[in-house]
């Protein structure tokens, strides 16, 4: 292989995979002549093509990184790429000059607006996590929060679900109650509300002996898993006496 001279034309360099021992070609000097701004078209050991204008190139570690349409109208994409790992390279079009351009406009709003909602999302996870309940309750927790995740929360150690819906220590399907409902003058907002209440939890206790079914599964597999091991081990410890006999 030879380097790329800046008066060749058409401008391409191939590597030598003569040797198909290895499926990454042996390391050699990059193109002395991949100027920022310059379009090239780089072809990978995995027939993968790239073609973009060169953002920044480093010499020593034979990066080169690319400015790229994106998938979507509008949207662009960013590429670093080794190239010990480029079979071809071809510079398409040189650079009128090597003056950077911005890469697209940062919306600080949108940037703001993203971090208040990931502090948001993380104060509400930590809502979520109750050290002074048993492990027990905070699985439970975790398993009914899955599905209802907007409207429960810890009262205390009781799971709290829909404000209404009570699971208290030690977390079965006959400790799940409906708490008592504030005095309202309409009637009928009442009945609807109560109907609404017992809904939630008739939904509530079949997630909880759900729960405590998949407890009961697990345990026993661990159990059944234990009993095997000690079964093998004083099955081995059996033959090495005979043997020893």
Not at 103 to 122: C, F, M, S, V, W
Not at 187 to 202: E, I, L, P, Q, R
Request: charged content about 25%; hydrophobic content about 30%.
């Amino acid at each position: 292989m030879r380097l790329m001279d800046h008066h060749d034309n058409p401008q391409i360099v191939k590597r030598d995979n003569s040797n198909h021992s290895s499926p990454i070609p042996t390391p050699s000097p990059p193109p002395n002549n991949l100027r920022v701004n310059s379009i090239v078209r780089l072809t990978t050991i995995f027939d993968d093509t790239r073609i973009g204008k060169v953002v920044a190139f480093d010499n020593g570690s034979n990066l080169v990184t690319l400015h790229m349409k994106g998938s979507k109208p509008g949207l662009t994409s960013i590429a670093v790429i080794n190239l010990i790992h480029c079979r071809e390279w071809t510079v398409v079009q040189e650079p009128t000059d090597e003056t950077l351009e911005p890469l697209y406009p940062i919306d600080i709003n949108k940037l703001k607006k993203r971090q208040t909602e990931n502090e948001g999302e993380k104060r509400k996870e930590a809502l979520f996590v109750n050290l002074k309940a048993s492990r027990t309750g905070q699985a439970l927790f975790r398993d009914i929060k899955k599905t209802m995740n907007q409207v429960i929360r810890w009262s205390n150690n009781d799971i709290l679900i829909n404000n209404t819906v009570r699971i208290v220590d030690p977390y079965r399907a006959e400790h799940v109650s409906i708490d008592a409902p504030p005095q309202s003058a309409n009637t009928t907002v009442s009945k609807t509300s109560a109907k609404g209440d017992n809904d939630t939890k008739t939904h509530i206790i079949k997630l909880v002996d759900k729960f405590w079914l998949d407890q009961a599964k697990l345990s026993s597999n661990t159990d059944s898993n234990s009993s095997t091991r000690n079964k093998s081990d004083n099955s081995n410890k059996q033959v090495d006496s005979t043997s020893t006999a």
